[in-house]
């Protein structure tokens, strides 16, 4: 589904993706974690064109990026993407939030794609917050009525950076909740997170990156429990401890 | 004496009035056009073309940079000599349009660059072509920040429309010219001419203090 094959990429002088080397099967659930500026968004924002690769390749639902054949406008509405920072759009209600792309991009009629927002909306716990506005919203709602907005779209795929760590404690789980329904209904799905908890529950793998390359690749339950490298050693140290 | 002259002036009111429809009409045709071509200006200033953007952005600084009057005069004067017959009202329309869309440009722009990329970001993951991001996501958020500035733009481009009575239009200032030969009052008469801009530029004076306000108010998008 998603096959990075020798991907390098640089900023100015900054090698921040190192010959990277990974696919994503149909149907997987894999976690990216690693240390602040080991390249992780960087690496998921290549997967639908936010990033641009500099050498390798890079194909996805069986499409090269770069090529002259791939449309990538098309390709992203194949892919839905979850920011860190929520991005929900602040002049539209949450129901117009996720209703905008089915209606302006897959063409659904208004009537068909408002029903299908509050079904999904009401799925991911927010069945009174139809007409709110984001800046009526916790952030944990914001982030689900993200995740809602991007499910309307029918991915194949879905990706999310670091979807926990702009909220508060308390609202996580409310999150990861909605997420792990989500894995669980079979979407491929690339995920970074220190979420431990999640990646044990729903990943089938684990992917450390350290320094723009990946470190170490292992099924959650060795990733953890039995670190292969120092460098990841290191790290899940230091996120264990808190 | 004054009672004399406030009597003729009575008798000018005609011209008057036809000298404010001028202005009105001049500086209402004149900013519905810079409007548009200001917004489609900022719009492509922005839209990523290195060369589209210094171009305009060239353009836009030469006409801020350059006296209205002598913009004005070049229209007038120049374009008749390369064969475009012109009528006073049309090179007045057209001066004034294109400093309007200058100016409304620059707002414009500033708007659109205000946003932050996080919102372009989730417009461009969720497939939204080109033009489907702009109309949706970046414009009705652009705006929140460009009204107020642009309804006090239209304020200054009325009051500039002044200039036009030089190429013998007979606006409202151009009119004082004329009352001002009978009644040889200049400072009632100019008076007079300055209620007539007030007038006119007062409630949009009094709209852009409401928009502003409203926007705090408002959740990222500006509703009339
Ligand atoms: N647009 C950019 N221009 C220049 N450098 C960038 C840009 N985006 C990221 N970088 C740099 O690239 C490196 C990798 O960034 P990236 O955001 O992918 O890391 P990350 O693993 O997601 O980190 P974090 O956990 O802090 O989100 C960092 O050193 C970062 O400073
Ligand atoms: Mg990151």
Redesign the interface.
Known sequence: MIEFRGVNKWFGALHVLKDITLSVEPREVVVVCGPSGSGKSTLIRCI?G?ETIKDGDLVVDGQRLGDRATNM??L??E???V?Q?F?????KTALENVT??PI??RKIARAEAEASGREMLAKVGLADKFNA???ELSGGQQQRV?IA??LC?RPKIMLFDEPTSALDPEMISEVLDVMVGVAEERMTMMVVTHEMGFARKVAQRVVFMDAGAVVETGTPEEFFSDPKTDRSRAFLSKILRH | MIWFQLQSLMGSYPLALRGLGMTIALSGISLVLGTILGFAFGVLRTSGSRLLDSAIGLWVDLIRGTPFLVQIFLIFFILPELGVELDAFTAGIIALTNLAACFICEIVAAGIRSV?T??V?????????QW?RMR??VL??AM?VSLPPLVGQYVLLIKDSSVVSAIGLTDLTRVGWLVVQRVPNGLLVFAIVGIGYFAVCYPLILLARRLERRMSA????VQL
Request: net charge neutral; glycine share 8%.
């Open positions: 639908n936010l406008t098309e992203r509405t892919i839905g993407f920011f920072a991005n929900l759009y602040p002049h905008l792309a302006h991009v506005y984001p800046s993200a907005r991007c779209m | 932050p996080g919102q970001e989730a417009a461009l993951a969720s497939g939204l072509s489907q949706q996501v009705p958020q929140r408002a959740h990222g998008e």
